[in-house]
């Protein structure tokens, strides 16, 4: 694997667990920070296959972007099209007043999160 395809990698998986361990929050839980660490894990895997493929990519949250680069050799990810939408709402939604996510938001992300980066992960070979 290349460093920056690892990093990408390593960052992803820490945005998970960031993900999985508020999920799991009883008292004062925060699932806007759910539904972010959900988008930004699916974000990194799809820039980390990228970085592996040698595909360039701009500088974007939007994962719809992102999986239309990464369709030609990964075309199974096309079902996944209408959750990466739903994901790329979650990078900014929630950061600022006006908006705030709900616990089955969360819970919708996360489960969403949770199939996605398990079919990237099989098809990467991870």
Not at 18 to 36: G, I, K, M, T
Not at 70 to 93: I, K, M, S
Request: charged letters at 25%; hydrophobic letters at 40%.
């Amino acid at each position: 694997m290349k460093p920056l395809g690892l990093e990408w990698f390593q960052k992803a998986e820490a945005d998970y667990a960031s993900a999985q361990r508020e999920a799991r929050v009883r008292v004062n839980p925060n699932p806007d920070a759910v539904c972010f660490f959900c988008q930004q894990c699916v974000e990194k895997y799809l820039k980390a296959c990228l970085t592996e493929e040698d595909i360039l990519f701009p500088r974007t949250h939007d994962l719809s972007v992102l999986l239309t680069l990464t369709l030609h050799n990964h075309p199974l990810w096309q079902p996944f099209r209408p959750d990466f939408e739903l994901l790329t709402g979650y990078a900014v939604a929630f950061r600022y007043p006006g908006e705030s996510a709900t616990r089955e938001m969360a819970k919708g992300a996360l489960s969403k999160t949770n199939a996605i980066r398990n079919a990237l992960r099989r098809d990467l070979g991870l």
